[in-house]
């Protein structure tokens, strides 16, 4: 059964660092998206992407977050300079289409990050 | 701002038994789905249900949907320890196609053997 996949599954950074996250979305979806968790707190949404480019984005998804799909597969993430408030766990979701069933977004496993 | 609420927060029971969450959100949607976590682990989708569906089944699972109520029930049945997670609402609207979820804070389910 196609899955969405996520690397790394941990990330320990330091405070400044650039990360990449990356994900892989099931291969037939069209809309891809980002939530991310802080421990102990509920998913909260971050950006959803569709064509190529942002369709919408919360007020957590500043400056220092962007997304790109720069082959056709692969989905990443990126934080500019991260804080210690980053850290969190970040989920990858991809759904196949709009108009059509099925609308459910399914979960890639997560990259936890640590930012120290 | 439109919100899944679960409730309990927590919900301790025996194996066997029937585990019920509720979810109450706060404004209009096009689907509400059920999520899982394992503790530390990814998101497992469960279930789907549509605004003008009222009740959907999967396997123990049965989901209600009260539109005018705004809320939401999930009904775990002949519950197995296994089924020890977390469980979130999370509820959807379309925003220019994007159909951002937005989750509940979600009920720890314990099913002791």
């Known amino acids: 059964e196609p899955e969405v996949t996520q690397t790394p599954s941990h990330q320990v950074t330091q405070m400044g660092q650039e990360v990449i996250l990356r994900c892989v979305p099931i291969?037939?979806?069209?809309?891809f998206y980002w939530y991310r968790q802080i421990l102990g707190q509920k998913v909260e949404f971050l950006v959803s992407?569709?064509?190529?480019?942002?369709?919408?984005k919360s007020e957590i998804f500043d400056d220092q977050f962007s997304v790109e799909r720069p082959d056709g597969s692969n989905f990443t993430l990126k934080i500019r300079s991260t804080k210690l408030e980053d850290s969190a766990m970040y989920f990858c979701?991809?759904?196949?289409?709009?108009?059509?069933?099925?609308?459910?977004?399914?979960f890639g496993p997560g990259t936890r990050l640590t930012v120290t | 701002s439109q919100q899944g609420e679960e409730d309990p927060q927590a919900l301790s029971i025996q194996e066997g038994e029937n585990a019920t969450m509720n979810c109450s959100y706060k404004?209009?949607?096009?689907?509400l789905q059920w999520y899982r976590q394992n503790s530390g682990r990814g998101l497992v989708h469960l279930i789907l249900?549509?605004?003008?569906?009222r009740e959907k089944h999967s396997g123990r699972l049965r989901v209600t949907l009260d539109t005018s109520k705004k809320s939401s029930s999930l009904l775990i049945t002949a519950s197995r320890a296994a089924d020890t997670a977390s469980y979130f609402c999370?509820?959807?609207?379309?925003?220019?196609?994007?159909?951002?979820?937005?989750f509940g804070k979600g009920t720890k389910l314990t099913v002791n053997p």
């Open positions: 249900i549509r605004s003008n569906e």
């Open positions: 999370a509820t959807s609207l379309t925003q220019g196609g994007s159909e951002k979820l937005v």
């Open positions: 992407f569709y064509n190529n480019e942002i369709s919408e």
């Open positions: 291969s037939n979806h069209l809309y």
């Open positions: 404004t209009s949607i096009n689907n």
């Open positions: 979701a991809s759904r196949r289409s709009r108009q059509a069933s099925p609308y459910e977004q399914y």
